[in-house]
């Protein structure tokens, strides 16, 4: 069966806090590996991943995949208050674009 | 920016009640989807949508459940015959290619009395 299991699943940390956000995965037919940040409703779209060891980076959010370990990993730099959100993790698979979703991490950023 | 619009927000219906949640995915997309999120759990996977017809269905996604486009611009998601265990943040997503991201709506919330 298809999983994605994410680690830590919640976290607290204070403002300018370095913090890694873990995602790992079983999936046949991997396509590519997407973060999004849920806030209330809707996750929007972070990073897409589909090669190995290349980092893509936004601001001070940077991401990288390990296709051989099956891992991914989310960095946020200098925390603050408005990085207090879930992070979902999820794998793009088969020919259908179906995502299988992590259960997400809670992190919760203090002033 | 474009955007994925959903309505309603939030519905509140009796079990065994009828209830349709729309969606209008971004105008360029071909590619759209339901997911669904129960309080507390993950994001599900429901159905997939691509020339007007299913690609794919998870499970959940059993009789009762129904998707359509029924012009060029919305795409529904119809529950016959709802249960208490439907009560979920329906999320409807587009994209423009199958292995391109997905964009999410806000999400419609149900509530099944």
């Known amino acids: 069966e298809d999983k994605v299991v994410q680690s830590p699943l919640s976290l607290v940390v204070h403002e300018g806090d370095t913090v890694t956000l873990n995602c790992s995965y079983e999936?046949?037919?991997?396509?590519?590996l997407l973060w999004y940040k849920q806030e209330k409703k809707a996750p929007t779209f972070l990073f897409m991943l589909t090669s190995s060891g290349i980092e893509k980076k936004s601001g001070r959010l940077s991401s990288i995949l390990d296709k051989k370990e099956l891992f991914s990993i989310l960095n946020i730099t200098a925390t603050q208050t408005g990085d207090s959100a879930v992070y979902l993790c999820a794998v793009l698979s088969s020919n259908t674009g179906k995502l299988i979703f992590g259960q997400g991490t809670t992190l919760q950023v203090k002033p | 920016e474009p955007e994925v619009t959903q309505t309603p927000s939030h519905q509140v219906t009796q079990m065994g009640q009828e209830v349709i949640l729309r969606c209008v995915p971004i105008s360029n997309h071909l590619y759209f989807y339901w997911y669904r999120q129960i309080l507390g759990q993950k994001v599900e996977f429901l159905v997939s949508?691509?020339?007007?017809?299913?690609?794919?269905k998870s499970e959940i996604f059993d009789d009762q459940f129904s998707v359509e486009r029924p012009d060029g611009s919305n795409f529904t998601l119809k529950i016959r015959s709802t249960k208490l265990e439907d009560s979920a943040m329906y999320f409807c997503?587009?994209?423009?290619?199958?292995?391109?991201?997905?964009?999410f709506g806000e999400g419609s919330r149900l509530t099944v009395l």
């Open positions: 949508f691509y020339n007007n017809e299913i690609s794919e």
């Open positions: 999936v046949t037919n991997f396509r590519s």
């Open positions: 997503a587009s994209s423009n290619r199958v292995t391109g991201e997905l964009f």
